[in-house]
């Protein structure tokens, strides 16, 4: 062979060798699937409640005063983690009362806490009142346990009982529940007293004259609203009344000397079950243990009164002084 025709076969050669070098195709070495599993909803559980100054200062208190804010700290768990709560209601009661029962300003105040409405608190209304501002959640809900704070004032007639009890009760997404309740707090006495009649008057009065009626306001008493959340009673005093420098003393020993006067007093209109009005405290007749609690916008009572005035001693004119009523626990 020649030379020239060597070198051409093999550069054939090549060119075979290198088109049969390409890879053969491959299937695919990689398969998926999608796996699930049902994860079971666990219950909420209210770990603990206590009762706080409004400050959340960590010592409990055991007694409330009625229109003094307080703060419930509760302690609520979730393993599926707090996001998992729907809502929260506190129930602030007697023990004689049912968590059923419906509110009431004077046994039974509810409150919630709910998702949905924006994670705050929300009242019953009545002088039951919460505080916002002071009411929190807790900061982080991806965990499994935290704490809510209610700030509230006690309404002014919650009965006056040393058998208040908290409850609270929580519910998740689920709609499973968790509650828990304490016992034993007491709500201390309460009152109010202001005067509906800021002003009387026994009209003319002559020398010696005894047991004269009031003549303004014409009904002859003088009308008091109390508010309370326990038997009270109502107690008044006066003082000597004058008339410029003039002065008419006042007298409770039921002998009346020279420009001496004195005011009787009772509850239902009877001058012959008075008692004397004295320059200290006295409990007025027919007031001295009356049923409570009273309404939230008080009870009117009415106080009557009338007056004697000694024979001598005194000069003409119009003789002016105050009349204190009180109200205090008749306990």
């Known amino acids: 062979m020649r030379p020239g025709t060597q070198i051409a076969a093999l550069a054939v050669v090549m060119i075979i060798a290198i088109g049969t070098a390409v890879l053969p195709a491959m299937a695919d070495t990689e398969g998926t699937s ?5 994860l079971g909803n666990a219950a909420p559980s209210v770990i603990s409640i206590t009762l706080h100054a409004a400050n959340h200062s960590t010592t409990t208190i055991s007694a409330m005063d009625p229109q003094t804010e307080y703060a419930v700290k509760i302690d609520i768990s979730d393993a599926n983690t707090l996001n998992d709560i729907e ?11 049912a968590t ?22 929300g009242p019953w209304e009545s002088t039951w009142v919460i505080n916002h501002f002071n009411s929190s959640k807790p900061d982080n809900f991806g965990a499994t346990a935290g704490t809510w704070w209610l700030n509230f004032i006690p309404g002014k007639v919650a009965r006056e009982s040393n058998a208040w009890d908290i409850y609270v009760k929580v519910t998740d997404k689920g709609g499973l529940t968790g509650d828990k309740i304490v ?4 709500m201390n006495w309460y009152g109010e007293i202001s005067a509906e009649n ?45 008339k410029g420098s003039d002065k008419a003393v006042l007298d409770w020993d039921g002998t009346l000397e020279a420009g001496h006067f004195a005011l009787e007093v009772d509850g239902n209109g009877t001058v012959d079950t008075f008692n004397y009005v004295n320059d200290s405290y ?7 243990n009356v049923n409570a609690p009273t309404a939230e916008d008080g009870d009117i009572k009415e106080i ?19 009349y204190y009523v009180q109200i205090a626990d008749a306990a």
């Open 34 to 38: 999608t796996g699930s599993f049902n």
């Open 87 to 97: 809502k929260i209601q506190v129930i602030i009661k007697t023990n004689t009362t």
């Open 100 to 121: 059923g029962d419906p509110d009431n300003v004077t046994d039974k105040a509810s409150f919630r806490w709910t998702t949905t409405g924006g994670g705050t608190w």
């Open 183 to 186: 016992w034993g707090y007491t």
């Open 198 to 242: 800021t002003s009387y008057s026994f009209g003319d009065i002559g020398l010696g004259d005894t047991n004269k009626n009031i003549s303004t306001p014409p009904d002859g008493n003088i009308d008091v609203k109390a508010i309370s959340n326990g038997n009270y009673k109502l107690s008044s005093k006066s003082g000597n009344w004058t």
């Open 282 to 288: 006295e409990a007025i007749t027919d007031y001295n």
């Open 304 to 322: 009557y009164q009338w007056i004697s005035v000694a024979d001598s001693g005194l000069l003409p004119g119009t003789y002016s002084g105050t």
